[in-house]
Structure formats: C-alpha cells, structure tokens
C-alpha cells in the first residue's frame, strides 16, 4: 500500500507563512514528480506546484515569488513553503505524486487526503 500524507495546514493571517509537508509511505520502489494541488469551495482543483525527480519546477502564476516547492528524496517528502498568504489561497491543500510501486510494473499516481489552509483576519 501507498501513502501520501499531508501535515502543516491552519489558520493564518494575511501575510503570513505556513510550510506544508508530504510524506510518502508505503512499498515505493521510486518517486518521479510530486506536486500539490488546492480546490476553493466551488472551485476545480488546480496545480499550485510541481517538483521533478531532477529537481526541475513549475509554478501557478498566482502563486509564483511566494511559494516555493522542495522534496527531500531520500525521506520521500515533498515540502511547500508558502509566504504573503492571502485569502484567496484558503483550499485545501492535496498532495501527488507520481511513483512506481515496489510490486508494480507500471507507475501510477497517488493523492494524499488534503491539508485546510485557511487565510484570514
């Protein structure tokens, strides 16, 4: 079995920083990409980050400049350091992943159950 599980989500004022944290568990021969994702009461989930197994990069443009993803491979975490929170980045916070089982042939892609951000005064 696979697992993604978030901690690091919470209420914060405007301006504020939180640093969001996914740890994968499980029988998992590799990791490729990670990312995460957010989905706004009404809104479709959307890609706020994504990490590569070369440690290549991609942003939302709503987000760039402020938030930063990290993974750190050998513990199978993947990190977002968020900053200058504002309330239209309250979601909640879900963590991919895209990885090859220890058993399986094929990779395949994993969410974790979702982290509350909460921006607010």
């Known amino acids: 079995q696979v697992q993604l599980v978030e901690s690091g989500g919470g209420l914060v004022q405007p301006g504020g920083s939180l640093r969001l944290s996914c740890l994968a568990s499980g029988r998992i021969r590799s990791i490729y990409a990670m990312a995460w994702y957010r989905q706004a009461p009404g809104k479709q989930r959307e890609l706020v980050a994504g990490?590569?197994?070369?440690?290549?990069?991609n942003y939302a443009e709503s987000v760039k400049g402020r938030f930063t993803i990290s993974r750190d491979r050998a513990e199978k975490t993947a990190y977002l350091q968020m900053n200058s929170l504002n309330p239209e980045d309250t979601a909640v916070y879900y963590c991919n992943a895209d990885l090859l089982g220890t058993l399986a042939i094929n990779r395949s892609n994993y969410w974790g159950q979702g982290t509350q951000v909460t921006v607010s005064s």
């Open positions: 990490i590569t197994s070369g440690g290549a990069t």
